[in-house]
């Protein structure tokens, strides 16, 4: 760097999940970053005492990991210490719960549940570390001005101003740097809230032959009790509870109002799930924990000049049946440094204030992830019909055993959707295009069969699909 560059400076808002790791990669990137949030320090004793009914797990697969890795601190390793392997899905069926998992994959696949709070506490831990990091907590941001570099905050009674190159909002589905955004350029902007609400409850541990602390369920599958228009899910956590997620309609949420309705309504659907959460527990959590809205966000572009942009949550939030928002989150920063790379974008801020190659990058980044985002926005609304009713339809089943089997021949040609989306970084617009052709050829495979089968009777195998599936590769 010469002597009348100087150093760029990035303003983050917002310290989540993804506002913590993107900060870590700027500063990996040589720049100064000023990180902000909300709310207070969550590490200090006094904030983590009042985290009760908030989601508390996640499933973390490879494109977070992925991301994880490529900061080349070994967050990946870091993270996974604490996690717990999750191989398939349990779909807890009828009144008596009847159990059958569902692989999610391969022998050696999976997802990994971990404890959200941790993750964010590790990654602050990390940026705390990094000399160019500053990080600033009860930051409320309040307007930019994009033009100028100028973020204003409420900080208490008082107002603050801090000067940026770049200023990033890692502010979430709510994200008030995307309002800001919105008043500077001309943003496509799509939101819908689902007719489903989300309550937390907590299966505690129980004790094992030992006398120790044990899992009340198959800590490594994510459990599921699909209901057509609501459903349960469980996912464990390292300290042997479980976090169940009831979905429901929010008019249900309404109705079931009263314990002994609660009582009804778990008796009649999730019979087998009341010994281990307690009854006592269940009432409680049932009625005091909040009620959370799942809203959908698309938009785009998502950035103004080389002034400032959009990342995270803030600029894609999804309903959560992909388990994929902050999955997508991490792979977006991922890209985004991948680009900045392909554009030579480095951290010295020329004569006249600007950052060689960054205009190009945000340009050709919020056009190429935008299409991503959306895809995995569709998804996740899919998933929640397949969560909620597909799990325990035979034709379902039959698809996925027919594409697993098929993989398992054709690992390159044929590779099942959840695969794709969980266990690669393919993008997930380039997942969904490949998944819409192999729909296609094997509706075809399946209807030219009918005959086939009837011809030969039995052992037509797996070769017969051969020809087609040869065919599709060349998409
Ligand atoms: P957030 O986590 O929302 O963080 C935004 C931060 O910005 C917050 O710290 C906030 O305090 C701060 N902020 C907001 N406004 C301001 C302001 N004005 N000034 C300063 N700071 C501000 N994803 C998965 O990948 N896997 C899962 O299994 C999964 N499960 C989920 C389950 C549920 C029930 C829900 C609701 C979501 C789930 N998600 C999951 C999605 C995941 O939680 C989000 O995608 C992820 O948290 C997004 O991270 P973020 O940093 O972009 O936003």
């Not at 993270?79 to 050696?108: C, F, N, T, W």
């Not at 589905?173 to 995307?178: D, L, P, Q």
């Not at 340009?363 to 909620?388: F, G, P, T, V």
């Given at each position: 760097?010469?002597?009348?560059?100087?150093?760029?400076?990035?303003?983050?808002?917002?310290?989540?999940?993804?506002?913590?790791?993107?900060?870590?990669?700027?500063?990996?990137?040589?720049?100064?970053?000023d990180?902000?949030?909300?709310?207070?320090?969550?590490?200090?004793?006094?904030?983590?005492?009042?985290?009760?009914?908030?989601s508390?797990?996640?499933?973390?697969?490879?494109?977070?990991?992925s991301?994880?890795?490529?900061?080349?601190l070994?967050?990946?390793?870091?993270?996974?210490?604490?996690?717990?392997?999750?191989?398939?899905?349990?779909?807890?069926?009828?009144?008596?719960?009847?159990?059958?998992s569902?692989?999610?994959?391969?022998?050696?696949?999976?997802i990994?549940?971990?404890?959200?709070?941790?993750?964010?506490?590790?990654?602050?831990?990390?940026?705390?570390?990094?000399?160019?990091?500053t990080?600033?907590?009860?930051?409320?941001?309040?307007?930019?001005?994009?033009?100028?570099?100028?973020?204003?905050?409420?900080?208490?009674?008082?107002?603050?101003?801090?000067?940026?190159?770049?200023?990033?909002?890692?502010?979430?589905?709510?994200?008030?740097?995307?309002?800001?955004?919105?008043?500077?350029?001309?943003?496509?902007y799509?939101?819908e809230y689902?007719?489903?609400?989300?309550?937390?409850?907590?299966?505690?541990?129980?004790?094992?032959?030992?006398?120790?602390?044990?899992?009340?369920?198959?800590?490594?599958?994510?459990?599921?009790?699909?209901?057509?228009?609501?459903?349960?899910?469980?996912?464990?956590?390292?300290?042997?509870?479980?976090?169940?997620?009831?979905?429901?309609?929010?008019?249900?949420?309404?109705?079931?109002?009263?314990?002994?309705?609660?009582?009804?309504?778990?008796?009649e659907?999730?019979?087998?799930?009341?010994?281990?959460?307690?009854?006592?527990?269940?009432?409680?959590?049932?009625?005091?924990?909040?009620?959370?809205?799942?809203?959908?966000?698309?938009?785009?572009?998502?950035?103004?000049?080389?002034?400032?942009?959009?990342?995270?949550?803030?600029?894609?939030?999804?309903?959560?049946?992909?388990?994929?928002?902050?999955n997508?989150?991490?792979?977006?920063?991922?890209?985004?440094?991948?680009?900045?790379?392909?554009?030579?974008?480095?951290?010295?801020?020329?004569?006249?204030?600007?950052?060689?190659g960054?205009?190009k990058?945000?340009?050709?980044?919020?056009?190429?992830?935008?299409?991503?985002a959306?895809?995995?926005?569709?998804?996740?609304?899919?998933?929640?019909?397949?969560?909620?009713?597909?799990?325990?339809?035979?034709?379902?089943?039959?698809?996925?055993?027919?594409?697993?089997?098929?993989?398992?021949?054709?690992?390159?040609?044929?590779?099942?959707?959840?695969?794709?989306?969980?266990?690669?970084?393919?993008?997930?617009?380039?997942?969904?295009?490949?998944?819409?052709?192999?729909?296609?050829?094997?509706?075809?495979?399946?209807?030219?069969?009918?005959?086939?089968?009837?011809?030969?009777?039995?052992g037509?195998?797996?070769?017969?699909?051969?020809?087609?599936?040869?065919?599709?590769?060349?998409?």
């Amino acid at each position: 760097m010469s002597s009348t560059e100087k150093t760029a400076n990035v303003a983050i808002v917002g310290a989540g999940l993804v506002g913590a790791l993107n900060a870590i990669y700027f500063a990996k990137r040589g720049w100064k970053v000023d990180l902000f949030e909300l709310r207070k320090d969550m590490r200090l004793p006094e904030v983590k005492a009042n985290q009760r009914g908030k989601s508390i797990n996640l499933a973390l697969s490879e494109r977070g990991l992925s991301a994880l890795r490529n900061s080349g601190l070994d967050l990946d390793q870091l993270i996974l210490e604490a996690a717990v392997p999750l191989r398939a899905r349990m779909v807890h069926i009828g009144k008596e719960g009847r159990q059958m998992s569902q692989a999610y994959g391969k022998k050696d696949q999976h997802i990994n549940a971990v404890d959200r709070a941790r993750l964010n506490e590790e990654l602050l831990d990390i940026a705390d570390k990094l000399d160019n990091i500053t990080i600033y907590f009860e930051h409320n941001l309040l307007q930019t001005n994009m033009d100028k570099g100028e973020l204003i905050f409420t900080v208490g009674s008082e107002k603050k101003t801090y000067q940026s190159d770049l200023i990033v909002g890692a502010d979430g589905a709510y994200s008030r740097t995307r309002a800001q955004l919105m008043r500077r350029i001309r943003m496509d902007y799509a939101q819908e809230y689902i007719d489903t609400a989300y309550c937390e409850l907590t299966m505690p541990p129980i004790k094992n032959a030992g006398g120790e602390d044990d899992f009340a369920l198959d800590p490594n599958h994510l459990h599921i009790w699909p209901r057509h228009t609501f459903m349960l899910i469980a996912l464990p956590n390292p300290d042997k509870t479980f976090t169940c997620t009831l979905f429901m309609p929010f008019s249900m949420f309404e109705n079931i109002d009263s314990d002994s309705k609660v009582m009804d309504f778990f008796r009649e659907h999730f019979n087998d799930s009341i010994p281990l959460i307690g009854e006592k527990r269940l009432l409680q959590e049932y009625s005091s924990n909040p009620r959370g809205a799942l809203i959908s966000i698309k938009c785009k572009p998502y950035h103004y000049k080389d002034k400032a942009m959009i990342i995270g949550d803030a600029a894609h939030a999804m309903v959560p049946f992909y388990g994929q928002g902050m999955n997508c989150g991490f792979q977006d920063i991922q890209v985004l440094h991948e680009t900045l790379d392909k554009h030579n974008v480095g951290a010295e801020l020329s004569a006249d204030g600007k950052v060689s190659g960054l205009q190009k990058a945000l340009d050709e980044y919020s056009i190429e992830r935008s299409k991503d985002a959306h895809a995995i926005c569709d998804l996740a609304m899919y998933n929640h019909y397949e969560m909620q009713s597909a799990v325990t339809s035979p034709l379902y089943l039959a698809r996925k055993r027919l594409e697993g089997t098929l993989h398992h021949y054709f690992p390159k040609t044929v590779i099942p959707l959840y695969t794709m989306v969980s266990f690669t970084t393919i993008r997930y617009s380039e997942a969904i295009r490949r998944w819409n052709h192999q729909t296609w050829w094997l509706n075809a495979a399946a209807a030219t069969s009918v005959s086939v089968v009837a011809a030969t009777a039995v052992g037509l195998g797996l070769r017969y699909y051969e020809p087609m599936i040869k065919s599709i590769s060349k998409y």
